[in-house]
């Protein structure tokens, strides 16, 4: 029989605008020593080590380099994954269902608070024969990807913006949350133009964070936790990396990805059987193409029942209770972490003012960010 998975421990920082008071050494270290303290292990104790680092958002060449200090990994099996945390928490996975691991950690941060050019960063994501000389920016890309979205009937204007007054207001209840606010929809619909019909208070600011968890075998889980959260099912894909070819439409990666986790958890219906979700929210109407890819509403109903408040706290399927990234923040690599976070929290009944009553299964979703078309789903159990 298949060896389970399960996180034992988890430790994270705060999510801030700002952390001038932690360098991203120091951010991966605080995080660290929480989750093995949580789990009651020490780094000797560690078979592997899965580090999320992308070196341009770092600001350093090979900035894995100086994760192995701070996690306690010097001398021991170290992988980076240039990815989501997710991508990396699905290495950490494979990993112990070898059965030649039992104790492995993935680790995964944010420091964007160090980076002055994030917007040049991020359009190196651009293709840099066809795109990038015509010096367009990611944001721009996410305006015709909005409209279309918007043109075929996905959803409306005032939905999109019910999503940023819904996230912002769950983050309220998030002490780690950075970005809690009572808004309403005529403040997103009246803010800052960015790339119409994208708008300031549409986009996920940034944020600074560390998040490391501490993955176990089936069988040494209980000598490590009083309450395991298993990972049935994680999946990933990417679609078409240029613009000319992809689906304008639909997130085609995120419908594969979660499909794929889905299979492993032995998922037939998700609408039915997921208690509650936390969706990559980068831009405010991907939480809603996001839901309807993951077959948690049929095409074009995410954002009426965002608006009847089907995705509210009380709803009946909860949305980023956490705040999202529109209102915890956008943490790059890091974002598929905090979404773990969440469902840890809240399937331990440990969520405190924001605790989903009830909920046994949840699902994470992360997605790599504008202009990319890659992602990745996990399937979480009490």
């Known amino acids: 029989m298949r060896e389970k998975v399960a996180i034992a421990g988890i430790g994270y920082t705060a999510f801030t605008s700002v952390s001038p008071g932690s360098s991203y050494r120091e951010l991966t270290y605080e995080a660290a020593v929480k989750a093995y303290e949580e ?111 918007l043109e075929e009937g996905k959803a409306t204007r005032e939905q999109c913006a019910t999503v940023v007054v819904k996230n912002k207001a769950n983050a309220l209840a998030n002490p780690s949350a950075g970005y809690g606010a009572r808004i309403t929809v005529d403040h997103v619909l009246e803010s800052e133009p960015v790339a119409e019909p994208v708008r300031l208070l549409d986009i996920a600011p940034y944020a600074d964070g560390a998040v490391v968890v501490v993955l176990c075998a089936e069988k040494i889980a209980a000598s490590l936790t009083d309450k395991p959260v298993w990972i049935n099912g994680i999946g990933w894909s990417s679609d078409s990396p240029t613009l000319e070819s992809r689906d304008w439409t639909d997130a085609v990666a995120v419908r594969l990805a979660g499909d794929m986790a889905y299979r492993m958890a032995g998922i037939r219906c998700p609408a039915k059987e997921i208690d509650l979700a936390e969706i990559n929210d980068e831009i405010s109407f991907k939480e809603l193409q996001h839901l309807e890819a993951l077959r948690l509403f049929e095409p074009g ?28 923040g956008h943490l790059f690599e890091c974002s598929g972490a905090q979404k773990v976070l969440e469902l840890v929290l809240q399937l331990r009944g440990e969520a405190g003012a924001r605790q989903v009553l009830g909920a046994r299964v949840g699902l994470a979703q992360a997605w790599r960010g504008i202009p990319t078309t890659s992602a990745a789903v996990a399937i979480l159990s009490a």
């Open 39 to 149: 789990a009651g292990i020490e780094p000797k104790d560690v078979d592997s080590f899965v580090c999320t680092s992308e070196d341009m958002l770092e600001g350093y060449s090979i900035s894995d380099e100086y994760c192995n200090d701070q996690l306690g990994a010097v001398l021991k099996p170290v992988q980076t994954i240039p990815g989501d945390f997710l991508h990396s928490l699905a290495v950490g996975v494979m990993h112990i269902l070898t059965e030649k691991f039992d104790i492995v950690v993935v680790q995964a941060l944010s420091k964007a608070s160090n980076m002055k050019t994030i917007p040049e960063m991020v359009n190196f994501a651009m293709d840099p024969v066809l795109n990038r000389p015509l010096d367009i920016t990611a944001y721009a890309v996410a305006g015709l990807e909005m409209n279309r979205f």
């Open 301 to 328: 109903q995410a954002g009426r029942a965002t608006e009847d408040g089907v995705t509210s706290p009380q709803g009946k399927l909860p949305v980023n209770v956490s705040g999202g990234g529109l209102g915890v």
